[in-house]
C-alpha cells in the first residue's frame, strides 16, 4: 500500500519554498538532493554512491567529490527546467568545506539560490 503524499492547503504553499537543496555526508559517501516541498517528491538528486561517478572520482568523500555532486546536481536540475533552489541546512551543518563546495559549484553552473 502507497501513501500518497500529504495535500497542503493552497495558502501555505503560496509560501513555501518550492525547491530545496538537502545534503548528506557520511564517512563514505556526498549525497544531495532537491525536494518539491509541495508534493515531497525529490525533484532531482546525485551521489557519489553512483557506479557511473565512483570510476571518474579518486574518493567518493572528500571536498573535491562534493563539488563534482554539487556540479552534477546543478546540470541536471538545469535538464528539468529547475533554475533556483533554496538550502536548507541541518543545525550542525555550517557554510564550510564540503557544504561549500556543494553549494559554490552549484552556483557555478547556473543555479540560483533563494
Do not use: C, W
Not at 516541498?37 to 568523500?61: F, G, I, N, W, Y
Amino acid at each position: 500500500m502507497v501513501i500518497p503524499p500529504p495535500i497542503r492547503p493552497e495558502r501555505l504553499t503560496k509560501f513555501l519554498k518550492p525547491y530545496v537543496l538537502k545534503m548528506h555526508f557520511t564517512n563514505k559517501f556526498v549525497t544531495a538532493q532537491v525536494i518539491h516541498s509541495p508534493t515531497a517528491t525529490v525533484a532531482s538528486s546525485a551521489s557519489s554512491q553512483e557506479k557511473a561517478l565512483r570510476a571518474s572520482m579518486e574518493s567518493t568523500r572528500d571536498v573535491a567529490a562534493a563539488a563534482k555532486i554539487g556540479k552534477i546536481l546543478g546540470e541536471r536540475l538545469l535538464v528539468n527546467d529547475i533554475p533556483a533552489v533554496s538550502v536548507f541546512l541541518k543545525k550542525d551543518q555550517k557554510y564550510h568545506g564540503k557544504v561549500k563546495a556543494v553549494i559554490d559549484s552549484l552556483r557555478e553552473v547556473g543555479i540560483k539560490l533563494v
